[in-house]
């Protein structure tokens, strides 16, 4: 079965600084990976997906199958990234799983 | 575009009780998936509905049900609650899960 685990419940980090939200998965085949956020008070949203290998609001996420990791990178965090964090896979025909986030607090 | 929407915002119902959420697509958008996200954690897929039809199914027991209409707006139903069924109930839309609508509270006292 698949499986998504995020190590950290809750990430500190000063503004400036750099941000990598871990992710890691557990699937035999070729899975999508994706990166949702959720700011206070706001609905769930679709950051990034891997299979665009874009760039949204300064983050990235490389997947690195040998690893079976999908981390999301920023180098230089800002306030208004503190939110939580969701990565999600979605196994070929099947639906989507998610981890169990990962609260981001960017400090002044 | 009013996104996808869901009602009722909050619910409080009691034990053994049966509940009905519902959800509208974004206008055009024929896949409808509902998900359960229990406080601390993150969203667990319940049911896929596609052109009225069920096209997948999570680890949910079979007190569990939905249905899709002729206008994609679906409707999700919970029988015989448990306290374990408190959570917030979030509708997709569109296979990709790109759009969430802000979802029901669900308090099963």
């Known amino acids: 079965a698949q499986r998504v685990t995020q190590p950290e419940k809750l990430l500190s980090v000063f503004k400036g600084a750099p941000v990598e939200l871990k992710c890691n998965y557990s699937?035999?085949?070729?899975?999508?990976l994706f990166w949702y956020v959720q700011y206070s008070r706001q609905r769930l949203q679709l950051l990034l997906r891997h299979i665009s290998r874009e760039s949204i609001k300064g983050f990235t996420a490389d997947l690195n199958k040998g690893e079976t990791s999908f981390h999301l990178k920023k180098p230089f965090a800002q306030e208004e990234d503190s939110a939580m964090y969701y990565c999600?896979?979605?196994?070929?025909?099947?639906?989507?799983?998610f981890g169990p986030g990962t609260r981001l607090s960017v400090l002044p | 575009d009013a996104g996808v929407t869901q009602s009722p915002t909050h619910l409080i119902k009691t034990r053994g009780q049966h509940v009905t959420l519902r959800c509208s697509p974004i206008s055009g958008h024929k896949s409808v998936s509902w998900y359960q996200q229990v406080l601390g954690q993150g969203p667990q897929f319940i049911f896929q509905y596609y052109e009225k039809e069920e096209r997948g199914r999570g680890n949910f027991p079979d007190r569990f049900s939905a249905r899709q209409f002729p206008n994609y707006s679906s409707e999700l139903n919970v029988n015989a609650l448990l306290l374990g069924d408190s959570a917030l109930y979030l509708c997709?839309?569109?296979?990709?899960?790109?759009?969430f609508g802000a979802g029901t509270r669900l308090s099963v006292l």
């Open positions: 997709a839309s569109s296979p990709g899960a790109r759009h």
């Open positions: 999600a896979l979605r196994a070929y025909g099947q639906n989507f799983v």
């Open positions: 699937y035999s085949g070729s899975p999508e």
